[in-house]
């Protein structure tokens, strides 16, 4: 039974906008830090995904430093929903996009998720 369910990926151009979300079972939203990460096309193992956002319970968030401010990641706790608004999307960052949730600290690095989703596409041309 899947745990994490994503979905709003899709094709852009540059400079375009995409909103992501993330529906999680109950059991796996009351983990400590939920959020998104990505894996470039030829990637294939799940320590080389990139912490894209994360949030944790009392709202505070990370973002990786190349987000560069165009990311916000939020969560709405009455609909067990994780979202990630994606601005000014770049060529780079094409690629698949996770889901992703921890019942450890701050969830930035890949080999402390707990719960992972099955992926959206990215997919931004220039």
């Known amino acids: 039974q899947a745990q994490l369910v994503e979905s709003g990926g899709g094709s852009v151009q540059a400079g375009g906008s995409l909103r992501l979300s993330c529906v999680a079972s109950e059991y796996v939203y009351s983990s400590n830090c939920m959020g998104w990460f990505r894996q470039a096309p030829g990637e294939e193992r799940e320590e080389e995904r990139e912490?894209?956002?994360?949030?944790?319970?009392?709202?505070?968030?990370y973002y990786g430093d190349f987000v560069e401010g165009r990311f916000t990641v939020s969560r709405d706790n009455t609909k067990n929903t994780v979202y990630l608004q994606m601005n000014n999307l770049k060529p780079e960052d094409t690629g698949m996009y996770y889901c992703?949730?921890?019942?450890?600290?701050?969830?930035?690095?890949?080999?402390?998720?707990?719960?992972w989703g099955q992926g959206t596409q990215v997919t931004v041309s220039s």
């Open positions: 992703a949730a921890s019942r450890k600290g701050v969830c930035s690095a890949a080999r402390v998720i707990d719960y």
């Open positions: 912490g894209v956002a994360v949030i944790l319970p009392d709202n505070i968030s």
